[in-house]
Nanobody, 124 residues
Framework: QLQASGGGLVQPGDSLKLTCATSGRTSSTPTMAWFRQAPGKEREFVAAVRANGGRAYYASSVEGRFTISRNNAKNTSFLQMNSLKPEDTAVYYC???????????????????WGQGTQVTVSS
């Protein structure tokens, strides 16, 4: 199970940190990712972090503003979001995948396990 938290209402330029806590037994460490879905739009990739080496990948729209990280001991991922913009408003979902290949890293099909989502609203 995945539990996302940390969303809220903030002003443009503010920061938020999202957390995704996972539970359940697993014999391997997954790739962990964040996606988001704005009203009337399809869900889109935001960021992902590999298990081995911790390499991170970002959507171009958040590169330089968002940072994904993880705690392998607790199978928890974090999304630090800085310089938030109104267009970042969305429901943010965390997801995990085991054996996710590079070509599937930025698409939903690379992640069979999803959290329930947490709302982020950026508005003045």
């Amino acid at each position: 199970q995945l539990q996302a938290s940390g969303g809220g209402l903030v002003q443009p330029g503010d920061s938020l940190k999202l957390t995704c806590a996972t539970s359940g037994r697993t014999s391997s460490t997954p790739t962990m990712a964040w996606f988001r879905q704005a009203p009337g739009k399809e869900r889109e990739f935001v960021a992902a972090v590999r298990a081995n080496g911790g390499r991170a990948y970002y959507a171009s729209s958040v590169e330089g503003r968002f940072t994904i990280s993880r705690n392998n001991a607790k199978n928890t991922s974090f999304l630090q979001m800085n310089s938030l913009k109104p267009e970042d408003t969305a429901v943010y979902y965390c997801a995990v995948g085991y054996g996710t290949i590079l070509s599937q890293l930025r698409v939903e099909t690379g992640y069979p396990y999803w959290g329930q989502g947490t709302q982020v609203t950026v508005s003045s």
